[in-house]
């Protein structure tokens, strides 16, 4: 079992260009969450989904947009990239999203945009 | 909103105990959660706390008090493998999990 796995481990973007951070799961988990971790910062929520179908928005979710077609996929998109989101992506993924549920983490996508 | 505050940085040594300490105020409160995360690495899941108390496992306890909003992760018998980042984080009555910034814990020999 992979659990979660993202795409790409690292990019290197050149500011106004598109980017798609790719998250599958095959946990069959319901909720699925988008995290930016930045020094002295912490993990702040992007975006998030209850279930298939559903989005909504996190702490964070200027510049960045998600879809939700099916359980398993939840891809981030930076329609015009910019250096302040330079940063390690992580995305998660929880059993429910009405509960205190566990959160499970992917390994991570670092991205630097200059 | 939350605001989860917690110490930067941490250093002890192999064999000793070490309490990491996190306070936090929200407006609303189902549970807290402690991570580890090694550097380079996913953050991974170490215990949960809803009850005031203590929840011990294995090397690792941690303890809640709702109504002072405080908890501890308490790590003993500390080995190097334990050198990682220690997230606190509070689920309010969303269930979104909020994280503090972190505490850097270093082992040393």
């Known amino acids: 079992i992979a659990g979660i796995t993202q795409a790409p481990t690292s990019q290197i973007l050149a500011a106004g260009r598109r980017m798609t951070l790719r998250c599958t799961q095959d946990?069959?988990?319901?909720?699925m969450y988008w995290y930016r971790q930045d020094l002295g910062l912490g993990l702040r929520l992007i975006h998030y989904?209850?279930?298939?179908?559903?989005?909504g928005k996190g702490e964070v979710p200027d510049g960045y947009s998600v879809s939700r077609a099916n359980t398993d996929d939840f891809p981030l998109t930076l329609a015009s990239a910019v250096p302040s989101q330079t940063s390690v992506y992580f995305c998660?993924?929880?059993?429910?999203?009405?509960?205190?549920?566990?959160?499970?983490f992917g390994p991570g996508t670092r991205l630097t945009v200059l | 909103g939350q605001n989860i505050d917690q110490p930067t940085e941490m250093t002890a040594t192999e064999g000793a105990i070490v309490q990491i300490n996190c306070t936090y105020q929200?407006?609303?409160?189902?549970?807290l959660f402690w991570y580890q995360q090694h550097a380079g690495e996913a953050p991974t899941f170490l215990s949960y706390?809803?009850?005031?108390g203590l929840e011990e496992k294995g090397r690792f306890s941690s303890f809640l008090s709702r109504s002072k909003g405080y908890s501890y992760l308490l790590l003993k018998e500390l080995q190097m493998k334990d050198s990682a980042s220690y997230l606190c984080?509070?689920?309010?009555?969303?269930?979104?999990?909020?994280f503090g910034a972190g505490t850097t814990v270093t082992v040393r020999a």
């Open positions: 984080a509070v689920t309010s009555d969303d269930y979104k999990l909020s």
């Open positions: 946990m069959r988990h319901n909720a």
């Open positions: 998660a993924s929880s059993d429910s999203a009405g509960a205190p549920d566990t959160q499970y």
């Open positions: 929200t407006s609303g409160f189902n549970g």
């Open positions: 706390n809803v009850l005031d």
């Open positions: 989904s209850n279930t298939a179908g559903t989005t």
